[in-house]
């Protein structure tokens, strides 16, 4: 007699696999340029000064023990002096939660704000992460489109003058992922404005914020609102195997998701969160640090983007290159990217159709692509080999 099969929770029904993890399955082949990643260059990550940090952590024994579940408390010090400079306003340590990267601190919002059909608002295109979060949550999600200063107010008002009640908004406020664009600071007071009227959070995402090319991002949203909770991360500006994010939120929020955290991994390394904290604490080497890797991502950015406008004319518009990692591409020629992607692999070249990233638009003539672990001539023989599978359809 055949053994019965156990059935697994109903909250995977629905849910899928990430299409860019899927993809980058297809993309290991050593002749194929990827653009498809969202990878920070390994090339720039501070081996050497990490190895330094390593040391000096390993001759404490006591990074080998258990830490407190909110974090490693000098690492929370050296976070709530760098959110007190970005916000423009104290940030005490309580309101500073580390996390196992910021994936994992949208996850354990996730539960603590959401009941299952609570609505939470997101930009389209989305990103992907968030989506796979709150639709394991199961929430009832409504996309505000994007445009070139950022999320677009001026819908999601309208979605609150019809009756909607967000729990939370989420944005990426910063180079967002996968638009490539950045909300102005007027939206992101009116944003603001709208969550302290109408009582709901903002989910600040900002991990690309420091990755700025040509000026400095604006404000946070959560300086204008403590309805705020920022989340950020070392992993783009550092390295990710450090695992090493971090939420800004108030007291409660934090004390709730620490409640989660004890039953979800009891706490993070105490040995990375100090190598962190020795990295982030040496603001003259972090200064110098951070403007190597955003002259090299700026480089590459721009040598992207006039690649794709020169190869393809007004066949396609592409978002500038202002700081983050991605560059969005529409095509205005009617190309249904998902359809181009055999041709393109076959070519030598990846991407990430912009369906991957969709709502309720399905971004079929749209895509990302991501600048950072590729150098300009690289880059451009990308886009060469690009318009060569357009060339083909």
């Known amino acids: 007699m055949s053994a019965q099969v156990p059935p697994l929770s109903r909250r995977l029904d629905g849910l899928r696999s990430s299409a860019i993890r899927d993809l980058l399955k297809l993309t290991a082949r050593a002749d194929i340029i990827s653009l498809a990643g969202g990878l920070p260059d390994a090339e720039l ?4 000064r990490i190895a330094v940090a390593a040391e000096a952590a390993l001759s404490d024994r006591s990074r080998l023990q258990y830490t407190e579940s909110p974090g490693w408390g000098p690492l929370r010090e050296v976070l709530a002096a760098r959110e007190s400079a970005r916000l423009g306003r104290t940030v005490p340590v309580d309101e500073v939660f580390v996390t196992h990267g910021s994936q994992q601190a949208l996850s354990l919002l996730a539960e603590v704000l959401l009941d299952p059909g609570a609505l939470v608002i997101v930009e389209d295109p989305a990103y992907v992460g968030a989506l796979q979060v709150f639709r394991s949550a199961g929430a009832r999600i409504l996309a505000v489109p994007l445009d070139s200063e950022g999320m677009r107010i001026d819908v999601l008002r309208e979605l609150l003058a019809s009756g909607e009640r967000p729990a939370f908004v989420h944005t990426v406020s910063n180079f967002h992922n996968p638009g490539g664009v950045t909300m102005s600071p007027q939206r992101r007071r009116e944003l603001a404005e709208l969550a302290d009227s109408h009582g709901f959070w903002v989910i600040e995402d900002d991990p690309y914020g420091e990755l700025w090319f040509d ?13 705020v909770i920022r989340l950020s991360s070392a992993s783009k500006i550092l390295a990710p195997t450090l695992r090493a994010g971090w939420m800004t939120a108030p007291v409660r929020v934090c004390r709730a998701v ?28 972090l200064g110098t640090h951070i403007d190597t890797v955003r002259t090299a991502y700026g480089e590459r950015a721009h040598a992207l983007v006039d690649a794709v406008r020169t190869r393809f004319g007004d066949r396609v518009t592409a978002t500038d290159a202002a700081g983050g990692m991605f560059v969005w591409v529409d095509f205005t020629d009617g190309t249904d990217t998902q ?6 692999l076959d070519a030598g070249v990846a991407y990430v159709p912009g369906s991957a990233f969709a709502v309720s638009t399905d971004y079929s003539h749209s895509m990302r692509l991501c600048f950072t672990t590729s150098d300009a001539g690289t880059l451009r023989e990308a886009v060469d080999r690009l318009a060569k599978a357009h060339g083909q359809v």
């Open 215 to 227: 000026r400095p991002s604006p404000d946070p949203v959560a300086a204008h609102s403590p309805n």
């Open 45 to 48: 990550m501070p081996r050497d």
């Open 339 to 344: 359809a181009l992607l055999p041709q393109a």
């Open 258 to 285: 620490e409640l989660l955290k004890q039953g979800a991994d009891l706490c993070g390394s105490a040995l990375t969160q100090q190598i962190t904290a020795d990295l982030l604490a040496d603001t003259a080497w």
